[in-house]
């Protein structure tokens, strides 16, 4: 079974430091690749996903990822974090070949951003 | 992306009782699902609610426990069953609309705290 894992559950950082959210997932097969954001409080915002074609994708608010076929990770990364982008950042996992859409989730990381 | 609303955002329950929670999408979508985070965890996938059927569960969850219904294609609901402390937990839906496969956008969450 496929399976997420979300190295780190805890990420501190200064604002306008850059950042790198790690993931990693087990199955071999090919795999659809997410990221979601939490703010507290709220529901789930997709911020980016990876399906096909260029490894590096760019999502909103300046995050990007890069899919790393060989490595199996899909690793969240931002230049410049501010103040706001602290909340709860959850990688997903679906499987290419069975068409149901079901996600499997990482653990998640709190992201908090210090002034 | 579609609007997802969730009734109700948030309930206190008595253990032994049962909570419906809706599910209402403003436009037409393929897939429907349910997951679970419990507190301080990630997303754990309930079933997926099908139009006019069964509902298809995960493993782990059980129909007499979790009832779903889905009667059209945007809305439907998760009854929480015969609840106790353990099933205190956000409870999400999210949708996969037409036209936009492979992707998933998720309600607000309904905040559930039993007694």
């Known amino acids: 079974a496929q399976s997420v894992t979300q190295l780190d559950s805890q990420v501190p950082v200064f604002e306008e430091a850059p950042v790198e959210l790690r993931c990693n997932y087990s199955?071999?097969?090919?795999?659809?690749l997410f990221w979601y954001v939490q703010y507290p409080n709220q529901g789930l915002q997709l911020l980016l996903k990876?399906?096909?074609?260029?490894?590096l994708v760019k999502g909103i608010n300046g995050f990007e990822a890069e899919f790393n076929k060989s490595q199996t990770s899909f690793h969240l990364r931002k230049p410049s974090v501010h103040i706001s982008d602290t909340a709860e950042y959850f990688c997903?996992?679906?499987?290419?070949?069975?068409?149901?859409?079901?996600?499997?989730f990482g653990t998640g990381t709190r992201l908090q951003v210090f002034p | 992306s579609a609007v997802i609303s969730q009734k109700p955002s948030r309930d206190i329950c008595q253990r032994g009782t049962s909570l419906t929670i809706q599910c209402q999408v403003d436009?037409?979508?393929?897939?429907m699902f349910w997951y679970r985070q419990q507190p301080g965890q990630s997303l754990t996938l309930i079933a997926t609610?099908?139009?006019?059927?069964?509902?298809?569960?995960e493993s782990g969850f059980v129909i007499d426990k979790f009832p779903i219904s889905r009667p059209n294609l945007t809305f439907s609901t998760l009854t929480v069953s015969n609840m106790s402390p353990e099933d205190s937990s956000i409870y999400l839906c999210?949708?996969?609309?037409?036209?936009?496969?492979?992707?998933?956008?998720f309600g607000p969450g309904t905040r559930l705290t039993v007694l």
């Open positions: 199955s071999s097969v090919s795999v659809y």
């Open positions: 999210s949708v996969v609309e037409t036209g936009s496969p492979n992707e998933q956008f």
């Open positions: 436009s037409q979508v393929t897939m």
């Open positions: 990876y399906l096909s074609g260029s490894t």
């Open positions: 609610a099908n139009q006019g059927s069964e509902a298809t569960y």
């Open positions: 997903a996992v679906s499987d290419r070949f069975k068409n149901t859409d079901k996600l499997i």
